[in-house]
């Protein structure tokens, strides 16, 4: 079976539904188009959660193909107009659905999950809104942050790496950090550091963001590179239970200010780090 074939179809058929829907009066028979878009969304919010790794690895490729095609300068005037493009709010809402439903899956593909909501959202309302008020279910995973200063988001991997976003510009890099999934990230309120957490290797990592000849943080017309400061070793947090969904919640990373971060356990155990004249001190 082609999935990728069945879901664009779907969402073909759904992608006007909000419009064919609103137009019904309560109690009325559907119309050939309303009942046909009604049927289409239920039929993708059933395969996708029942298979959320192919809803979203296929969606994520979809995203892919139609980027490579925006960077072509003679397909630009077609792509708006395309099925995934009108598809935007279903595809959302099923993202939504399966973060709901299902945050073990969508955790295990955050990087691809991110880069369907960043091709869904345009980046100029991400950048007025936060990402916050724009998507709040992805915000609620520890290995999502998101900085209102700089305009960036970090995505931490399952393999270890990190996911970089440039809201201004939709670039993303990834960087590699860590020897198993990350656990938690987050950015200091200045945007200039960004803190990364693993419970499956038991460090902590600190990386400050390059700034430009004009002391803006990244560069304009590209990703912003990342430099490694200092790496620590913490000691290993248990999940309070052998349920499956424990590792979502093991700890955060909270800042207190620019340069004083918390590695928060769920177990309300805290370890203090403290950034002085470009180096760490942590106090347990």
Same mark, same amino acid.
């Given at each position: 079976?082609?999935?990728?074939?069945?879901?664009?179809?779907?969402?073909?058929?759904?992608?006007?539904?909000?419009?064919?829907?609103?137009?019904?009066?309560?109690?009325?028979?559907?119309?050939?188009?309303?009942?046909?878009?009604?049927?289409a969304r239920h039929?993708?919010?059933? &395969?996708?959660?029942?298979?959320?790794?192919?809803?979203?690895?296929? &969606?994520?490729?979809?995203? =892919?193909?139609?980027?490579?095609?925006?960077?072509?300068?003679q397909s630009q005037?077609?792509? =708006?107009?395309?099925?995934?493009?009108?598809?935007?709010?279903?595809?959302?809402?099923?993202?939504?659905?399966?973060?709901?439903?299902?945050?073990?899956?969508?955790?295990?593909?955050?990087? #691809?999950?991110?880069?369907?909501?960043?091709?869904?959202? #345009?980046?100029?309302?991400?950048?007025?809104?936060?990402?916050?008020?724009?998507?709040?279910?992805?915000?609620?995973?520890?290995?999502?942050?998101?900085?209102?200063?700089?305009?960036?988001?970090?995505?931490?991997?399952?393999?270890?790496?990190?996911?970089?976003?440039?809201?201004?510009?939709?670039?993303?890099?990834?960087?590699?950090?860590?020897?198993?999934?990350?656990?938690?990230?987050?950015?200091?309120?200045?945007?200039?550091?960004?803190?990364?957490?693993?419970?499956?290797?038991? =460090?902590?990592?600190?990386?400050?963001?390059?700034?430009?000849?004009?002391?803006?943080?990244?560069?304009?017309?590209?990703?912003?590179?990342?430099?490694?400061?200092?790496?620590?070793?913490?000691?290993?947090?248990?999940?309070?239970?052998?349920?499956?969904?424990?590792?979502?919640?093991?700890?955060?990373? &909270?800042?207190?200010?620019?340069?004083?971060? &918390?590695?928060?356990?769920?177990?309300?155990?805290?370890?203090?780090?403290?950034?002085?004249?470009?180096?760490?001190?942590?106090?347990?």
């Amino acid at each position: 079976m082609d999935v990728s074939a069945v879901l664009m179809g779907l969402l073909e058929l759904c992608a006007d539904a909000e419009k064919q829907l609103a137009n019904i009066t309560m109690g009325l028979p559907l119309n050939p188009p309303a009942d046909s878009a009604r049927s289409a969304r239920h039929a993708l919010s059933l &395969i996708a959660t029942a298979r959320p790794p192919a809803f979203i690895t296929t &969606i994520a490729r979809e995203v =892919h193909r139609y980027n490579a095609a925006q960077a072509n300068s003679q397909s630009q005037q077609n792509v =708006h107009t395309t099925t995934l493009a009108r598809a935007k709010t279903e595809i959302l809402r099923v993202i939504d659905i399966l973060i709901e439903k299902m945050p073990g899956d969508v955790v295990d593909l955050l990087v #691809e999950v991110m880069d369907i909501i960043m091709y869904c959202i #345009e980046g100029s309302l991400v950048k007025k809104k936060g990402l916050q008020e724009c998507f709040p279910a992805i915000c609620r995973f520890y290995m999502v942050g998101y900085c209102d200063r700089s305009h960036r988001i970090a995505v931490g991997a399952r393999q270890g790496s990190v996911a970089l976003y440039d809201v201004r510009t939709g670039k993303c890099q990834n960087i590699h950090g860590h020897k198993g999934p990350i656990t938690a990230v987050s950015f200091a309120p200045d945007g200039r550091y960004l803190a990364t957490y693993s419970n499956a290797d038991s =460090h902590i990592s600190f990386w400050q963001m390059n700034t430009s000849l004009l002391g803006s943080i990244g560069m304009l017309n590209s990703a912003p590179q990342l430099r490694c400061m200092k790496t620590y070793q913490v000691p290993l947090v248990q999940p309070a239970s052998p349920g499956s969904q424990n590792h979502l919640k093991l700890a955060r990373l &909270i800042w207190t200010s620019n340069r004083n971060v &918390i590695l928060m356990a769920h177990d309300g155990k805290e370890h203090r780090f403290m950034l002085v004249t470009n180096t760490l001190q942590t106090m347990l």
